[in-house]
């Protein structure tokens, strides 16, 4: 069962490249071609409009990327979490060869992603001084105002549309998005995507290998496998906290890793 798995593995990991590859001169075209104009834009605009752009190129961290997203204002936080997508795939190959467990990288590249998105779209605020969770209460406020900026009720349909999608692919899957407070929910989800995103994660796979059952799953062993996917998948692993000192306090490495999945990702 893992063999076939490691074949599946690489046949998605070969596709994934193929797609992420041939859009990278696109968008940095793009976004150095509209510069001038995105620079106009005020900071909240500017976060919506180049959004997609800066999410994609997230995945390459050489200096052509680095230098089109500082020049349009993202220059202390964003860039610092930017990462080679090729590492990540090197590494998730290292992974499933030691471990005992089955990780399915369609899975873990679809909730990382999404994780990703999350975290760029927090670091780009902290870039141009926005603090979206006042931005989300004004807007939850106006949202029913006719004065209500058309390209913001676009971002909340979009949203809502790719929620919906997810809860009927993914029944169990746990967003929580307010009706009443759409904008709230989402800067809340943006803050804690581990918590959401990883969470997730987490739960299919649970799901996936006791279903499967290639080996008898006991979750302890588990959440040692998953921790060191959290080294591979986190975007700002400095949450981790991972010190001798920690390592300490918590007797053994095995049982410091299980209490970081559970404070991290289950909590």
Excluded at 86 to 100: A, H, P, R
Excluded at 123 to 140: Q, S, T
């Amino acid at each position: 069962m893992k063999d076939k798995l490691k074949i599946l593995n690489e046949e998605f990991k070969e596709k994934t490249f193929d797609l992420l590859q041939p859009n990278k001169s696109q968008f940095i075209n793009h976004l150095k071609n509209h510069k001038e104009e995105y620079l106009k834009l005020n900071e909240l605009q500017r976060f919506v409009a180049i959004g997609k752009y800066v999410d994609y190129l997230s995945f390459y961290k050489d200096d052509e990327v680095i230098s089109v997203i500082k020049n349009l204002g993202l220059v202390k936080y964003t860039p610092k979490i930017f990462v080679c997508y090729l590492d990540i795939f090197n590494s998730l190959d290292k992974y499933q060869e030691e471990t005992k467990y089955l990780y399915p990288y369609e899975t873990i590249w679809g909730f990382y992603t999404l994780h990703s998105s999350s975290v760029i779209k927090e670091k780009m605020a902290l870039d141009f001084n926005m603090d979206l969770a006042a931005i989300a209460g004004r807007v939850n406020r106006q949202i029913n105002n006719l004065n209500f900026p058309p390209f913001l009720k676009e971002v909340i349909e979009e949203n809502q549309n790719l929620f919906e999608l997810i809860k009927k692919e993914i029944p169990n899957y746990k967003i929580n998005i307010s009706e009443k407070n759409p904008f709230t929910s989402i800067a809340h989800t943006i803050k804690y995507s581990h918590k959401n995103e990883l969470y997730n994660l987490y739960m299919f796979l649970v799901d996936f290998n006791k279903k499967v059952g290639f080996i008898k799953f006991y979750e302890p062993d588990f959440k040692v496998e998953f921790y060191d996917l959290l080294e591979i998948v986190l975007r700002e692993k400095s949450i981790i906290d991972y010190t001798d000192e920690r390592i300490k306090e918590y007797k053994t490495l095995r049982r410091f890793k299980i209490k970081q999945v559970e404070r991290l990702i289950l909590s």
